[in-house]
């Protein structure tokens, strides 16, 4: 398996920019998660999605952060407008209910900068 | 609300020896998870251990292992032989156990530098 996916790598964008994370899990997991890393704040959960639909979006910064899972195989995470304290490295990850323990495997990340 | 503490930003160990991480975490759940994961500088988060809450025995996986001490909420990872590559940055982290997938609350990370 390719495992979970991500897209940018590298994102480098200017303040004020729309900026689109992509995200492709692991075929066959059904639940996503979305991940922000920051030296400040350290890892947190932004927003998680079962079968697709959003369960827990109370990690999400403000309404300039907004997350869509259209189908089993893909989630964005969208910044509109962007600012610079949005820089962090941004952490999908995938599991399968039921599998027992329900291991999250990551993406590699995307790290963003806004300038 | 569920908290994890890791209480040391940096450990240094000696190639070939053991070192030991602290995580204390707090909860009022009884069934739940933790876990250990590695980030090394390529910053990919891989898993290295985890603990059920349920279970006594403490989860072994070859070189790591576990002191999980549920009383006193406490969950540090030992790494025997330690080698090179066992420099990264360790999180601690736990799950609640019951209902659906949940997230992973983690502690502020460990960085652990292995010296040759």
């Known amino acids: 398996d390719a495992g979970v996916i991500q897209s940018p790598r590298h994102e480098v964008t200017e303040m004020g920019q729309e900026v689109t994370l992509r995200c492709k899990p692991i075929?066959?997991?059904?639940?996503l998660f979305w991940y922000r890393q920051t030296m400040m704040r350290g890892l947190e959960l932004l927003i998680y999605f079962n079968n697709n639909v959003p369960i827990d979006d109370s990690g999400m910064p403000e309404d300039r952060f907004s997350a869509k899972m259209p189908n089993a195989s893909f989630s964005t995470l969208k910044i509109q407008p962007s600012e610079p304290r949005d820089s962090a490295v941004y952490f999908c990850a995938s599991s399968k209910t039921g599998s027992g323990h329900n291991e999250q495997f990551f993406g590699p990340g995307t790290r963003l900068t806004v300038l | 609300a569920q908290t994890v503490t890791q209480s040391q930003p940096e450990m240094s160990v000696q190639e070939a020896e053991t070192v030991t991480l602290s995580c204390t975490y707090d909860t009022s759940e009884s069934d739940y998870y933790l876990f250990w994961y590695k980030q090394p500088p390529s910053r990919q988060m891989i898993l290295v251990i985890r603990?059920?809450?349920?279970?006594?025995q403490n989860a072994t996986e070859n070189r790591f292992s576990v002191n999980f001490q549920k009383a006193a909420k406490s969950f540090s990872l030992k790494i025997s032989d330690s080698q090179l590559g066992d420099a990264a940055m360790y999180f601690c982290?736990?799950?609640?156990?019951?209902?659906?997938?949940?997230?992973?609350?983690f502690g502020q990370g460990t960085t652990l530098q292995v010296k040759p």
């Open positions: 075929s066959g997991h059904n639940s």
């Open positions: 603990q059920e809450a349920y279970k006594q």
């Open positions: 982290a736990y799950r609640i156990g019951s209902g659906n997938t949940g997230k992973l609350i």
